[in-house]
T-cell receptor, first 112, second 115 residues
Framework: KNQVEQSPQSLIILEGKNCTLQ??????????LRWYKQDTGRGPVSLTI?????NTKSNGRYTATLDADTKQSSLHITASQLSDSASYIC???????????FGRGTSLIVHP | DTGVSQDPRHKITKRGQNVTFRCDPI?????LYWYRQTLGQGPEFLTY????????KSRLLSDRFSAERPKGSFSTLEIQRTEQGDSAMYLC?????????????FGPGTRLTVL
């Protein structure tokens, strides 16, 4: 069964600090991995997408990494802002399928 | 605003009633997805369409759930004889070119509360 596990479940940091969120998956065959940001009460918004051949992708202060051998990904947030407070969801797609597998998300709270 | 709209944004209903939600995807997108999300969980896949064809349905989609996309544009999701366990956020997403790497753009969701 395809699974996507995220850690930590929740994280509290001070404004301006960096943080790293983790994603481990068992989806096979692998097609691509996305990170989404979901604000409370809103739909998820795509941050990055990586295919098998890519091991890093940046979007402003967000940098995602992918190790397809160990089936791990991370999302690094630099110089956090209050607006970064949200849930961050890792989503992995299986080759040949249009149905992705979602992780439960990491809830990030940035305090002033 | 991603360009995907959902209506209504909130729905409160009594157990046993029927409810219908609407999703308007980005106009040039041919794929449309429905997901359900409960508090503290990631979205769970329900069903998806390519144009007007419903290509796959999750086992989560019981006989009380039905989805349509009659002209390959907007879609509706109907829940008959609602149960308290149906309370959740119902998300719609659309994507463009039909490749698995296409980004899915999500709507704001419809939050359903069944009393």
């Amino acid at each position: 069964k395809n699974q996507v596990e995220q850690s930590p479940q929740s994280l509290i940091i001070l404004e301006g600090k960096n943080c790293t969120l983790q994603c481990n998956y068992t989806v096979s065959p692998f097609s691509n991995l996305r990170w989404y940001k979901q604000d409370t009460g809103r739909g998820p918004v795509s941050l990055t997408i990586m295919t098998f051949s890519e091991n890093t992708k940046s979007n402003g202060r967000y940098t995602a990494t992918l190790d397809a051998d160990t089936k791990q990904s991370s999302l690094h947030i630099t110089a956090s802002q209050l607006s970064d407070s949200a849930s961050y969801i890792c989503v992995v797609s299986e080759g040949g399928s249009y149905i992705p597998t979602f992780g439960r998300g990491t809830s990030l709270i940035v305090h002033p | 605003d991603t360009g995907v709209s959902q209506d209504p944004r909130h729905k409160i209903t009594k157990r046993g009633q029927n409810v219908t939600f609407r999703c308007d995807p980005i106009s040039e997108h041919n794929r449309l997805y429905w997901y359900r999300q409960t508090l503290g969980q990631g979205p769970e896949f329900l069903t998806y369409f390519q144009n007007e064809a419903q290509l796959e349905k999750s086992r989560l989609l019981s006989d009380r759930f039905s989805a349509e996309r009659p002209k390959g544009s907007f879609s509706t999701l109907e829940i008959q004889r609602t149960e308290q366990g149906d309370s959740a956020m119902y998300l719609c997403a659309s994507s463009g070119q039909g490749q698995s790497t296409d980004t899915q753009y999500f709507g704001p969701g419809t939050r359903l509360t069944v009393l």
